[in-house]
């Protein structure tokens, strides 16, 4: 059984710099993908980025992509995102999600398996 925690979540102000963790237990962490997806108040959830499963390739979204760094430690069973200067829409709660694949960067929600149950991210304007 896989379970995904979420920590590192709260409250930052625009421009300003927050990271988020991800730790997971489970034999299958060190050879899947993993991803992180948020979703805002009223709107669906949606991708943020991906890294395969020994990080060297990387995905993200466009409304991320400079700001955001996604990396992972197999040794730690943890995954990160990275988040500089941080927009007031980049609210969001944050999830953690876990692919049954390795070598490629799924952006689809579909392709996860498993969730964390998310941390919150207010950024203040």
């Known amino acids: 059984q896989v379970q995904l925690v979420e920590t590192g979540g709260g409250l930052v102000q625009a421009g300003g710099s927050l990271s988020v963790s991800c730790a997971a237990s489970?034999?299958?962490?060190?050879?899947?993908?993993l991803g992180w997806f948020r979703q805002a108040p009223g709107k669906e959830r949606e991708f943020v980025a991906t890294?395969?499963?020994?990080?060297?390739?990387?995905s993200y979204a466009d409304s991320v992509k400079g700001r955001f760094t996604i990396s992972r430690d197999n040794a730690k069973n943890t995954v990160y995102l990275q988040m500089n200067s941080l927009k007031p829409e980049d609210t969001a709660v944050y999830y953690c999600?876990?692919?049954?694949?390795?070598?490629?960067?799924?952006?689809?929600?579909?392709?996860?398996?498993?969730w964390g149950q998310g941390t919150q991210v207010t950024v203040s304007s």
């Open positions: 890294i395969t499963w020994r990080g060297g390739r990387t």
């Open positions: 999600a876990m692919s049954g694949r390795a070598y490629y960067t799924p952006r689809s929600e579909d392709e996860y398996g498993y």
């Open positions: 489970g034999r299958t962490f060190s050879s899947s993908s």
